[in-house]
């Protein structure tokens, strides 16, 4: 394990078998997201982007939560309106910068994940919970609407349950989110890890080029109309077939062959 030194070590990182944990590290302030914290995570994915080892990255928490949205305390130390439009600004670019990371990110939730939190992992392109996680955009309840986390709650989750979410405020448990579309799976807390890797390891093993095209399609044809969006995806096959791997895995299936080993590079 690799640990990063810098601002008191605010966040830990693992790089395994092309799997890059970062982990936030402030478990006495169950990982709320510090103007310090945003800043080194951030640092962090930008190194990432190009990386060509990194194929994965999880994202993960320490302590008894995943993490608990912002810090409060330092918002309202500063409260001023361009301190504030200052941290929402970072806050955003960092929501950004997972999306558009070349690699696939995974949230790993054990814990409560509210507000920003909430947001975290539903900016994450995957997200496996334990049994034992739970979920809110709870601002509300003091006197905060979640508008920064609203954007990405609303993405993963069917419309009335997004708004029902955010104007409550209340904790819904990891099988509710799973079912309405905020993670993928739900195991126990004992079992959280190894399907992590396991999903981790079965993207790891895909081609990074496929896997990176592929992830920035994805995103780009949700937010344009039917028409547009099959114009992008007509472009990213044209693109695609003119790579080298691409024609040799569909020559290796066309003639039933062992299909390219990717994993390395």
């Not at 302030?29 to 190194?47: I, P």
């Not at 780009?220 to 969006?229: I, N, P, R, S, V």
Request: charged share 20%; aromatic share 4%.
């Amino acid at each position: 394990m690799t640990n990063i030194d810098t601002l008191d070590r605010l966040l830990l990182r693992a790089d395994k078998d092309g799997i890059t944990t970062l982990t936030l590290n402030r478990p006495d302030k169950f990982n709320a997201l510090s103007t310090g914290l945003m800043a080194v995570l951030q640092d962090e994915l930008d190194a990432i982007a190009t990386d060509s080892a990194v194929r994965v990255v999880v994202i993960a928490g320490n302590g008894k939560a995943f993490c608990a949205g912002h810090d409060l305390k330092e918002m309202l130390a500063s409260p001023d309106p361009a301190t504030i439009g200052q941290l929402f600004s970072q806050c955003s670019r960092l929501m950004l910068t997972i999306t558009r990371l070349p690699q696939p990110v995974i949230a790993r939730v054990h814990g409560i994940a509210t507000a920003a939190g909430c947001q975290l992992v539903a900016q994450c392109d995957l997200a496996i919970a334990a049994d034992t996680a739970t979920f809110a955009t709870s601002g509300i309840g003091v006197g905060l609407f979640c508008g920064t986390p609203s954007v990405a709650v609303t993405r993963n989750l069917p419309r009335k349950k997004a708004m029902e979410l955010l104007m409550t405020g209340e904790f819904i448990d990891a099988d509710s989110a799973c079912r309405f579309g905020l993670l993928n799976d739900v195991v126990p807390a004992d079992e959280l890890d190894n399907a992590i890797i396991r999903l981790a390891s079965r993207i790891a093993a895909k081609g990074p080029v496929f896997v990176s095209r592929g992830k920035q399609l994805f995103y780009t044809q949700l937010e344009h109309g039917l028409e547009a969006a099959y114009v992008q995806a007509t472009e990213c096959m044209v693109e695609n077939m003119q790579n080298a791997e691409t024609q040799a895995g569909l020559r290796a299936f066309i003639d039933k062959k062992p299909m390219p080993d990717w994993s390395d590079r």
